[in-house]
T-cell receptor, first 114, second 111 residues
Framework: DGGITQSPKYLFRKEGQNVTLSCEQN?????MYWYRQDPGQGLRLIYYSQIVNDFQKGDIAEGYSVSREKKESFPLTVTSAQKNPTAFYLC?????????????FGSGTRLTVV | QQPVQSPQAVILREGEDAVINCSSSKALYSVHWYRQKHGEAPVFLMI?????EQKGHEKISASFNEKKQQSSLYLTASQLSYSGTYFC????????????FGKGTMLLVSP
């Protein structure tokens, strides 16, 4: 079955450490997205990519970085510059026009700073 | 701009109906609806496109009024499985497909 796989499910980060969240999809979707979810805040867009080797900043990109070297993969790095990284991170994908069939989300990674 | 959802939370008994509203300060061409159960990923329910159409998913339907820049989600004869947080998402107008989501409406259906 096609879908999106995020790993790990839980991640603990020490102060000053960079961590990378994995996102892989086998839906042949062109577009991929990273959202951050905090209680009571909804989902906020971090980065998105419409095509391989190209990506754009979302509303809260500071302290994060991404790459899109393959159509299937869109990893997110949370850098030490992100001062409050504890959150639930969701990766999503869609056809190039999401109005066709909406987003498909991965199961998320819960990141905690220790 | 983030769409505004109301109410923030709803508590229902099984079999009761509910309406969740989503409004935007900007022109809308479409509205997405998603449901998220606790600790899980949001699941796509439906898209409403320009034209005031209604759509349905199980006993959940929605309407979209582009003139009023708002959409409503109707949950009829609610079931326990309807519990979760409902989000509306509105696409940007730049030609890309990024969605801006509302803060969500938490729905709890009790027996």
């Amino acid at each position: 079955d096609g879908g999106i796989t995020q790993s790990p499910k839980y991640l603990f980060r020490k102060e000053g450490q960079n961590v990378t969240l994995s996102c892989e999809q086998n839906l042949n979707h062109d577009a991929m997205y990273w959202y951050r979810q905090d209680p009571g805040q909804g989902l906020r867009l971090i980065y998105y990519s419409q095509i391989v080797n190209d990506f754009q900043k979302g509303d809260i990109a500071e302290g994060y970085s991404v790459s899109r070297e393959k159509k299937e993969s869109f990893p997110l790095t949370v850098t030490s510059a992100q001062k409050n990284p504890t959150a639930f991170y969701l990766c999503a994908s869609s056809t190039s026009w999401a109005g066709g069939s909406g987003y498909t989300f991965g199961s998320g990674t819960r990141l905690t700073v220790v | 701009q983030q769409p505004v959802q109301s109410p923030q939370a709803v508590i229902l008994r099984e079999g009761e109906d509910a309406v969740i509203n989503c409004s935007s300060s900007k022109a809308l061409y479409s509205v997405h609806w998603y449901r998220q159960k606790h600790g899980e990923a949001p699941v796509f329910l439906m898209i409403l496109l320009k034209g005031g159409e209604q759509k349905g998913h199980e006993k959940i339907s929605a309407s979209f009024n582009e003139k009023k820049q708002q959409s409503s989600l109707y949950l009829t004869a609610s079931q326990l499985s309807y519990s979760g947080t409902y989000f509306c998402g509105t696409p940007d107008l730049s030609g890309y497909s990024t969605l801006t989501f509302g803060k969500g409406t938490m729905l709890l259906v009790s027996p």
